[in-house]
């Protein structure tokens, strides 16, 4: 529930709401609402699911909006540092195979 007030919020901007705006469509006051999305009130069910419903999702959606997100960035993040790693190994042989022709030279 600590993302939920992050997860409105996210969900207002990308729809391009003002807290007016929001606040209108559940037939609240705008710092009613304002408390809502700042954290100051704790929401019930009801207003969970009108919130949801606001914002054209399910109520589990509505909780775990950002959660997906992370994930998706999470699994990113560990292929980018796969392939950072699998250069990293490249990189190393290939200075070793100019360190053994460096030494061929000399000789």
């Known amino acids: 529930m600590r993302n939920l007030k992050q997860n409105i919020r996210l969900l207002r901007h990308q ?30 069910l009801s207003r969970l699911e009108q919130l949801a419903a606001v914002f054209s999702l399910s109520v589990i959606q509505l909780l ?15 292929a980018a540092n796969l392939k950072l790693l699998q250069r990293e190994i490249e990189l190393n042989d290939l200075q070793k195979k100019v360190i053994e022709l460096f030494e061929e030279l000399r000789r």
Not at 23 to 44: Q, V, Y
Not at 64 to 71: A, G, K, P, Q, R
């Open 64 to 78: 775990t909006f950002n959660d997906d997100e992370e994930s998706s960035n999470a699994a990113e993040l560990q």
């Open 15 to 44: 729809q391009g709401w003002s807290q007016e705006d929001v606040a209108i469509r559940l037939n609240i006051s705008i710092p009613a609402f304002s408390k809502i999305e700042t954290g100051i009130t704790d929401i019930n």
